[in-house]
Every structure is written in C-alpha cells, then in structure tokens.
C-alpha cells in the first residue's frame, strides 16, 4: 500500500506540473497573437504599396507588348507595301504572300477599332489591297494571254491513240484505212491523253491569282478574263484543226461529194474537240478554280459554249436536211460517235451551267437516229417503186440489185448501231423492227420490183433469164455475207428454188418449139414409101418432105435462138454452165434420136448438107457459146 501511495504521489506531482507548463504555453500563445495583429496593422499599408506597384508594372508590361504587336503590324505593312509596289511580275509568289499579309493587317485592326491608328492603318491597307487587285487582274490577264496559246493539229494527233492517228493511209478525216467494223472496235478500246493546254508549272500561279480574285469578291472579272482567253485558244485551235462555220444554208446547198468529205472531218472533229480539247479544258477549269466550284462549271461552260455550237449545228443541218439513201450510212456514223461521246459529254459538261449544252448534244443524237430510221424506212420504199426504165437487152443482172445487195452488205457493218437504233423506236407494246425483219424486207421490196422490171421484156424466155441472173445473184451475195446468219436457211433454200424455177420456166419456153420439131409426130404419110435408114433406125412411113420440113424449121429456129441467146448474158459462170448443160441435156439427146431416125432419108436426097446443117458435136459446141453476152454468127 504504500507503494501504491507513492506512485499516486508521484502521479499528482506530474500532472501538477504539467498543468502549470500548459498555463505558461498559453500565456505565451496570448501574446504572440496579440504582437501578430499588431505587425499585421503595422504592414498592411506596406502590402497596399506593393500591390499597386505590381499592378503598375503589369500594365506597363502589358502596354508594351501591345505596343510591340502595332510596330510589328506597321513593319509588316512596310514590308508587304514594298512588294506590292514591284507588282506580281518579279516575284508572283513574294506579291501573293503580300497581299495575304495585308489581309491578315486589316483583320487586326478591323478588330482593334480603338487604336487611335486603326483607321488611318486600315485606309492605308485597304488602298494597298485595292492597288494590288488591280495588278493581280492585270498579272492574271497577262498570264492567260502568255499562256493560252492554239494547240497545233499535230500535237492532238499524237495525243490520240495510235489507231485514230493521220498517216500516209489515211482517210481524209484522219483515220487509218480499214473497215467500219475495225474502226468501231479501234474507238471503243481506244486510250485518249489530253494535251497540256497550259504548261503545269504556271497552273498553281494561275490558281493563287484566281483565289486571290475570287477572296476579294472579283468573281465575276476573274471568270471574264478566263473564259475569254481561254474561249479565243479553244476556237483557234478548233480553226487551225479544220472546223468551220457553217450555217444550215451553205450545208444544205453543198454537192454530196464535198459534204460527205466534211461529215468523214467532222466525226474526227468531234472526237478529237469532246476527248482531248473539251476535257483539257475542264481539266484546267478544275485545277485553275479549285477554290470555287461554281467558278469551275461556269467558265467552262462561256469558254465550249461556241465551239460545242458550231460542230453540233453542222451535225443539226446534216439530220434536218433532205433525206436520201446515200445519206444513211453517215447518218449512221454520226449517230454512232454521238453515242460514243455520250458518256464523255455527260462527265465533261457537268452542272448547271453546262445542262443546256449537255441537251444539245441529247438532242441532236435523237435527231440523228430519226433520221436514219426515216431514211431506212424511205430506202425500202424506194427499192420497191424504183421506176428505172433502162433494163440491159441482155437480161443481165440489174444494177438496181447490185447497189441495193452492197447496200445491205454496209448495213451489217452497222448490226450493233441499228440494234440499238431500232430498240429506241420500239412501239408501246413494245414491239419493233429487228434488223432481220427489215432486211427481209428490203429483199422482199427488191424482189417486188425486180417483177415489174421483168414484165418490161417482151421475150418471156428473156424475162426469166432477167430474174434467174437478179435473184441467183441475191442469193450468192446473201451466202456470202453475214446476212446468212440473219435471214436464215430457209429463206435461201427457197430463194433457190425460184432461181431454178425460173432457169426451167426458160428452158420451157425458149426451147420447146425447136423440141417439137425434132418430135417424128405428125412425119407418117400415107403414101409415103417405107424405107430403112442407113444406120438401121426405123423411119417406116415417114415423108422424106416432111422430114426435109422438120429439119429446116430446127435449123432455122436453132439458129434463131442462137443468134438471139448469144447477146444475152448470164454473167455467173457456175449459173451459166448449169444452164447451158441444163438445155443440152435435152436437146441434144432428142437431136441424136432424131437424127438417127430420120437421118437416113435426107443423105439419100439430093444435097443432103442443105437439111442436116448442124452434127450433134456441132450444136454441143455452139450452146457453149450461149450467154456470154455479144452476138454471135453460126
């Protein structure tokens, strides 16, 4: 216990003392703060001052960084000023970055009105600008002027494919010799290069100059100096080319001659004006204009706007003009590199501006179909009521035929544009001409008039020879042409057949009468003696006047028919031996039997040369003379 009282003893001590150290702190505590608050008034005005002077030097720091600003502003527009002066011919691009800094001047102090010099600087800048568009319009001008130069016709024609190029032989529009078919299948896989119309180094100079314009408002002076200077270029090098004015008028009086040699020029100018000088120059539009858009369609459109219209209005005259057979082919040329371009037009005359320019192109290609497909209905009409009076004497194959067969053979040369022709002018229930129809159709017409023609003969012998020569030569030139395929087996098998109808109908009637005498009818005489021929032939009862009779009316008819088959011609030779073994086979072996009956009594007469002129090698010999087409004497 008293152990534990003098730990408790201890214990009170220490707190004892402890309490006294907290009531020292305290009184310590006390006094700092009251010596804190007593400094803190003492320095509060000190604090003020220093305040204010930090302000002070904040204000005279921010002054002379604004001020700073202003003089770099005054020293960039001296710097820009004397650029400007130079002009844009010495250093175009030390001028553009001028006029990009004087632009950047007026922007700051059109936002820092307060500056007393904003407005002084800001009138100045802006008659810096003013002064510097005026040079960049001249400079621009000048530099489409230096620029645009005509692209000569060598230079396009190397820019074609080799296939399309002029040569030594070449069309007089330029392309290389060869069929319509090769040429077609040459155009469509054909690679086209346009020409640099500007030199590409000068075309981003030319794009700033128009950025700088057109940021400036001067759209409408910008897109006048282009398109003028640019519209000149493109007529000249059309000119130089070859392309002319013409007015409807002068194309509709033109000899054909001369104005199928322009319209061959003109399918080459078209292609040549669409592929390579229209798409240079939308080409350029877009890298020139690249900032507006607008800018680009509508200075294409003022600079191809005449040019398109002159080769268009050729094409119109052409289509509107009066329809003739011989026409249809380059209607169909015309039609065919209208279509061609049709897709190049649509990609090259693109937008608004240009919609109108587009429709012509449209338009004339519709006419030209019309037209064709008019000219290809009058032509099966014509065929049929050609009044031609002059049929050859020698019932030859009529040049109608020849020139409406060549007519056809060009015609598949065209399958695949008059498929699509004839597709355009399918009726609602939507059915239509196919080519095979109107072939057979023209065949049809031919062989209608080729009737009539025939009827003009008064030998009706001759007639058949006229339409056995016309409708044999139909059926070989249709065999031989890629009109088989189309109008059929059929339609050649039967087509033969009227050829060898005709060839029998001639023999019928050329040689029956020479057969009947040539029959032992009608040689029996009552009273006649019976004798034997020297060859054993029987010829009991035959009057050797009537025999002398039969035998000098065949040779007077022979001869006859000689004479008169000698001048006429068939002048297929396979049709021409045919025929000549086709009446040999039965006149010869009738004038052997004949001969070998009735022969006996006319040697045993008196000068028995003067009845039996001919010997069966004789008359062979002769009907190998038969329609070479001259006459010939027996």
Known sequence: MESLAQRAALL???????????????????????????????????????????????????????????????????????????????????????????????????????????????????????????????????????????????????????????????????????THSENQQNSEAAVYSPPALIESKFIPFLAKLAQQLVQAGCQQQCSEIYSEARASALESSLKHLGVEKLSKDEVQKMPWEILESKIGNWI??????????????????????????????????????????????????????????????VLLDMYEIMCELQADIDTIFVGESCSHMRDSALDLTKCLAQTAQKTFSDFEEAVEKDATKNIHTDGTVHPLTSYVINYVKF??????????????????????????????????????????????????????????????????????????????????????????????????????????????????????????GSEGGNSSGASRGAVKER????????????????????PDTELRESLRLAVAEILLPAYRSFLKRFGPLIESSKAPGKYVKHTPEQVEVLLGNLFEGKQERT
């Open 551 to 570: 035998f000098r009316s065949f040779n007077v008819l022979f001869e006859e028919i000689y004479q008169k088959q000698c001048g006429w011609s068939v």
């Open 12 to 178: 009170r001590e220490s707190l004892q003392k402890s309490q006294s150290v907290t009531d020292a702190v305290v009184a310590i505590l006390g006094s700092f703060d009251s010596r804190l608050s007593a400094l803190d008034a003492a320095m509060r005005p000190i604090q003020v001052r220093t305040h204010a002077v930090r302000t002070a030097h904040e204000n005279i720091d921010r002054t002379l960084r604004s001020a700073d600003v202003i003089l770099t502003q005054f020293d960039r527009t001296r710097e820009a000023e004397r650029e400007i002066q130079k002009g844009p011919h010495e250093n175009l691009q030390g001028f553009l970055d001028a006029v990009d800094r004087l632009r950047s001047i007026e922007r700051f102090f059109s936002s820092n009105r307060s500056y007393r010099s904003s407005d002084g600087v800001l009138n100045h800048v802006n008659a810096l600008l003013s002064k510097a568009l005026v040079k960049m319009e001249d400079e621009f001008q000048k530099q489409l002027s230096q620029r645009s130069k005509p692209i000569e016709p060598d230079r396009l024609f190397d820019c074609l494919p080799s296939t399309l190029r002029p040569s030594s032989e070449s069309h007089p529009e330029g392309g290389k010799a060869g």
């Open 268 to 329: 080459h100018f078209m292609r040549i004006a669409v592929k390579l000088l229209f798409a240079g120059e939308r080409q350029l539009c877009d890298q020139v204009f690249e900032c507006s858009q607008s800018l680009r369609d509508t200075c294409f459109a003022a600079i191809t706007k005449n040019s398109l219209a002159t080769l268009l209005s050729f094409g119109e005259a052409i289509a509107m003009s009066k329809r003739s057979p011989e026409k249809l082919f």
């Open 411 to 532: 015609l598949f040369d065209y399958q695949s544009t008059l498929k699509q022709l004839f597709q355009e002018f399918k009726r609602e229930d939507g059915t239509g001409s196919e080519l095979a129809t109107v072939t057979m159709s023209i065949m049809q017409a031919l062989q209608n008039n080729l009737d009539a023609k025939a009827k003009q003969y008064k030998d009706p012998a001759l007639m058949h020879i006229f339409l056995m020569n016309n409708i044999h030569y139909i059926v070989k030139s249709v065999r031989r042409s890629e009109a088989k395929d189309l109008l059929g087996d059929d339609w050649i098998q039967r087509h033969r057949r009227i050829v060898q109808q005709n060839a029998n109908q001639y023999r019928r009637i050329a040689w029956t009468k020479v057969l009947q005498c040539l029959s032992g009818q009608g040689l029996t005489s009552s009273g006649g003696s019976g004798q034997v």
